[in-house]
């Protein structure tokens, strides 16, 4: 029954738009807010959905959004009409191209476009400027995988899929640290071992972390060296006879060389343990898990790929999985998985720059050919474009003088950023296609394009287990924004190809895509394995009602592998012999120490998005460095104090942090901060460009750096109520905030924005600048302590009995607790004790503290965990009947693990 006071809003169907894993999101748009759920449908995580994917509603925000296209003049950006814009970018791209020739123009684009906009980036420049000078972010992602895929089975085919996962009794994670970057894959993986406690966890990784924390045993590899692992594991299985032989004489090739490289190079066990810096018996005990289990899958994700041996990494595993016959079957397989929503989706249109489209080569004249006429094109690109590192290189050097940026933000991801920057500096035009008007990367753009995000376009994505699902609208697109395959296609037609670039909607270009895929592929005697054939045709209506579905969807889908038949010309699997090579630059007394660089569980890349949510702000507040203790002393840098990162190529200001996790002579950036978050914690400007001679993707796990204090005065923070509109309301005052302090970073609060400060002058009384930096005016509600000669400081602006904003200063990081203080600004009404409280700078009741965030989906902060531990739980799951914590998504269980051995541990300690 339906009356007129409650009323019913349809549920929308779509995907997540973050990580790989590809979950099914419902959403529910109601007056005031999007609610997001789980799509309890979903074959990905059947109504699960962790943090990130929980809070996407937070995101969905007009703040910040870029809502008209714009040009940049003298004083600035300006706004423009789409039609002027557009001719803009048609006509200066085509003066260059006509000077210059088509080499001298090109696109970068990502692995979060959905498949729509991708196929129509490619075809444009492939088929219509000729070029193959089109790459994307998913160069620096997964191309070591794809490039590892193709050279061992001739096309780049991921052989497994999460069932899979569920159904292997030993699942080995390499340089993955999927409890973080996967969690509802993960949680599948906690739970089906929940299920079936003999199957077994293996990591690989040299930092511990959540997902070690998880495992049965984890491998501190040291940086750089898997290959020699797989290796030594590929000799020993052959020593003690684990060799499905039946399989390597029906279905392989180059078995004898890749052996006998495997032994020359890796030798015994303990030759193996010294280069890895392993322990002999944990890697024993590896090796005979390996060897005596069958059902084995091997994922593996950045700690692999981003190496200037990531290609070598991969096949070197591959090739373990093909002596073993663990391939093709139910529960086995080599499994690389992928970070981006739609980077399997980017691989299918070939969006690589040496890829052409439906996975057929670039470099196979009968395969241009049969694009070519698909597509009805004028030209056809016949040789590979630049790379990522390259293209920007060739940015630097001039001979690319024009670049259209969609959907990524290089000045942040790409390696030698300040690199990155100094290029788009001098280029001639700049075109940067995104959904947000202030990036680290718009700020170079001559022409600014608004892109529908989340929520507002409309197409299909594709997850790591090769499942395409819908990506659907359900929201007015904000301002101007339109889809990006729809500017492409306005682009296209200034140029004169309206009639190959006819689109008005998105099922149209899959229709086309999915025809292509088919094209030329009958069941001959190599028929390419991505076929679609099964979704011709499907016209809008079944377009948008499509299911999640794997492909390929042909007349006979066959498992993948199953019949022993690859793609290669024999039809044979190849085994790749497969050299160790050192990391791409060495370590020395400048820079001794390894940075490798990564990921948190509550952000995405550059922040554009989950930096706009509380909810997310909270479990990593700020730009961090991790490094071991030891270590630290050596530097000379405390814990929660500030230092300096650099290498040879930048640095960075970070916070100190030794949080046990790292081992001797490692560090770790996260590689989200960047310009709109703090004053100096882009870590990409550090890391070194090399890159693996294969794939072309960068070392983004090895530069040599160093650690040094960066001395200051003060350190402090200030909480800022936000005005109605959500953007802040005294932004001006802001800015004098951080004009005054030699580091900063910002974090958004619930209803205020937080900025954590640092600052070298300590000669000024605070009491003579706070007033004009908090806006208080003379007659203002306003509480203040000062103890000059102690340096400390502490001041509260109240409005209406509200709390407004408040500062805090001292000459050390010891300051008063942000939660507790996040707390008042939720409160209509400050109490007594709230304002002794601030005066005094903690909370007079005790409980009144949750900590930091630990558990995002219900808020529980470390204190109140720990307080409960010492009540007496024991488990995480008790901790999640008490507290909830844990119970969700589940990816904080690793921390609550920790939590609880930790206390343990203290218990013990004093005992
Ligand atoms: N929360 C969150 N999730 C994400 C993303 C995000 O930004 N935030 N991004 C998505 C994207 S695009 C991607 S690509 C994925 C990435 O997902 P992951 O690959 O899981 O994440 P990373 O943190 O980049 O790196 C993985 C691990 O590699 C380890 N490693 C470093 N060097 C080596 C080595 O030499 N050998 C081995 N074996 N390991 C090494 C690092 O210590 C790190 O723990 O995450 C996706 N999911
Ligand atoms: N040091 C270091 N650097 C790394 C890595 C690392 O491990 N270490 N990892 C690398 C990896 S694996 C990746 S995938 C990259 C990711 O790096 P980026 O791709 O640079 O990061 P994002 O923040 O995801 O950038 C996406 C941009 O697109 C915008 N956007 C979102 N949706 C849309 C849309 O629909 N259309 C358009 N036009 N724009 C949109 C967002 O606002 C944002 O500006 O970083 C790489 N860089
Ligand atoms: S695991 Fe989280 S971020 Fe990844 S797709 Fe699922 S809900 Fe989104
Ligand atoms: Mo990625």
Redesign the pocket.
């Known amino acids: 029954m339906m009356d007129g006071s409650t009323q019913t809003h349809p549920v929308i169907l779509t995907t997540c738009?973050y990580c790989g894993t590809g979950c099914g999101v419902a959403v529910t748009v109601k007056a005031d807010k999007v609610e997001v759920a789980g799509d309890t449908l979903h074959p990905t995580n059947y109504g699960r959905l962790c943090v990130k994917g929980a809070a996407l509603g937070e995101t969905m925000l007009p703040k910040g959004r870029l809502l008209y296209p714009a040009r940049r003049e003298a004083d600035g950006f300006k706004r423009v009409s789409w039609d002027s814009a557009l001719d803009q970018v048609a006509s200066g791209f085509q003066r260059i191209i006509d000077q210059h020739g088509p080499g001298s123009v090109a696109w970068y684009v990502?692995?979060?476009?959905?498949t729509e906009?991708y196929y129509v980036a490619n075809k444009l420049v492939k088929g219509f400027i000729g070029s193959a000078n089109i790459d994307t972010?998913?160069r620096?992602?997964m191309s070591s995988a794809v490039a590892g895929h193709k050279r061992a089975f001739g096309e780049d085919i991921v052989p497994v899929s999460y069932e899979d996962l569920e159904l292997a009794d030993l699942v080995v994670l390499v340089g993955s640290n999927t409890a973080w970057c996967h969690p509802i894959l993960f949680q599948r993986l906690v739970k089906a071992r929940e299920r079936r406690p003999e199957m077994k966890l293996v990591v690989i990784d040299p930092r511990r972390t959540a997902t070690s924390e998880m495992a049965d045993l984890h491998l501190p590899i040291r940086p750089g060296t898997d290959v020699w692992l797989f290796n030594g594991l590929m000799s020993f299985l052959h020593q003690h006879g684990v060799v499905d032989t039946a399989f390597t004489d029906g279905h392989t090739s180059g078995l004898a060389r890749a052996m006998a490289i495997a032994d020359n190079t890796a030798g015994d066990l303990r030759s193996v343990a010294a280069q890895c810096k392993l322990q002999e018996s944990v890697l024993a005990e590896f090796y005979r898990l390996f060897a005596r289990t069958a059902k084995v899958v091997t994922a593996f994700s950045?700690g692999v790929n981003?190496s200037s041996s990531g290609t070598d990494k991969v096949n070197a595993i591959i090739n373990c999985h093909l002596l073993t016959g663990r391939i093709g079957k139910p529960g086995a397989g080599p499994f690389s998985i992928t970070?981006?929503p739609n980077a399997m989706g980017g691989r299918e249109v070939g969006g690589l720059s040496n890829m052409l489209a439906a996975h057929l080569d670039l470099d196979a004249p009968a395969h241009r050919e049969l694009v070519q006429s698909f597509w009805q094109s004028p030209a056809i690109a016949d040789k590979p474009g630049l790379k990522a590192v390259d293209l920007f290189d060739a940015i630097d050097s001039g001979q690319i003088k024009a670049v259209w940026i969609?959907?990524?933000?290089?000045v942040?991801?790409?390696?030698d950023a300040d690199k990155v920057k100094r290029a788009l500096a001098k280029c001639e035009l700049v075109v940067v296609?995104?959904?947000?008007a202030n990036?680290d990367?718009t700020a170079y753009a001559h022409v600014l394009l608004p892109?529908?995000?989340?929520g507002e376009?409309d197409g299909t994505v594709t997850n790591s287990e090769r499942c395409i699902s819908r990506q659907r609208a359900f929201l007015p697109a904000a301002g101007e924004a339109r889809p990006?395959w729809w500017a492409l296609s306005e682009v296209a037609r200034r140029w004169g190809y309206g009639a190959q670039f006819p689109y008005q909607s998105a099922d149209e270009i899959f229709d086309e895509h999915a025809r292509l895929t088919a094209f030329g592929n009958a069941d001959d005697a190599s028929p390419r394995y991505l076929n679609l054939s099964g979704l011709i045709g499907l016209g809008k209506t079944a377009y948008d009602a499509l299911q999640p579905i794997r492909w390929p969807v042909a007349a006979a889908p066959a498992a993948v592998f199953a019949d022993g038949r690859y793609y290669t010309p024999d039809r044979r699997a190849r085994f790749v012999p497969t050299t160790p090579q050192m990391p791409g630059q060495r370590l020395d007394d400048d820079y001794p120490l390894v940075l490798n660089?990564?990921?948190v569980r509550d952000h995405?890349?550059?922040?554009?998005?989950t930096g706009l949510a509380p909810r997310l702000a909270t479990h990593v507040s700020e730009p961090f460095v991790d490094l071991h203790p030891q270590d630290a002393l050596l530097c000379g840098v405390r814990e929660h104090e500030l230092a300096r990162v650099s290498s040879a190529h930048g640095s960075c200001v970070v916070r100190v942090r030794l949080s046990g996790e790292m081992p001797r002579k490692s560090v770790f950036v996260p590689?989200h901060w960047n310009a709109q978050f703090a004053s100096d914690a882009r870590?990409?400007a550090l890391?070194n460009p090399v890159v693996d001679p294969v794939s072309g993707e960068p070392e983004?796990?090895h530069t040599p750096a160093r650690v040094e204090p960066f001395l200051v005065a003060w350190h402090g923070f200030a909480l800022n109520r936000d005005g109605e509109s959500g953007d802040s309301s005294r932004e001006g005052d802001l800015k004098s905030l951080t004009a005054d302090a030699a580091w900063w970073t910002r974090i958004t609060g619930d209803g205020y924005t937080r900025h954590e400060l640092a600052g070298r002058r300590s000669d000024a009384s605070w009491a003579s600048r706070a007033r004009a930096m908090l806006g208080a005016s003379e007659d203002a509600d306003w509480l203040e302590y000062e103890d000059s000669t102690a340096n400390i400081y502490r001041a509260a602006l109240i409005v209406g009995g509200r709390i407004e904003a408040c500062l805090f200063i001292s000459p050390r990081p010891d300051l008063p607790s942000r939660a507790w203080l996040s707390s008042l600004f939720a409160k209509d009404q400050l109490e007594v004790a709230d304002r002794i409280g601030l005066l005094v700078g903690e909370p007079l009741a005790r409980g009144d503290d949750a900590g930091a965030t630990v558990c995002s989906c219900y808020g529980v902060g470390r204190k109140t965990i720990e307080a409960a531990v010492r009540g007496g739980c024991a488990t995480p799951a008790e901790l999640g009947a008490k507290l909830k914590c844990g119970t969700n998504c589940g990816s904080c269980v690793p921390e609550l693990k920790g939590i609880i051995s930790e206390l343990r541990a203290q218990a013990l300690a004093k005992a």
């Open positions: 738009p990502s692995g979060q476009l959905l906009d972010n998913s620096l992602c950045m981003q970070g981006q969609m959907a990524t933000n290089p942040v991801s790409l390696p296609s995104d959904v947000m990036t990367t892109a529908q995000g989340w376009k990006d660089t990564g990921r995405w890349h550059t922040m554009t998005r590689i870590v990409g890391v983004f796990k």
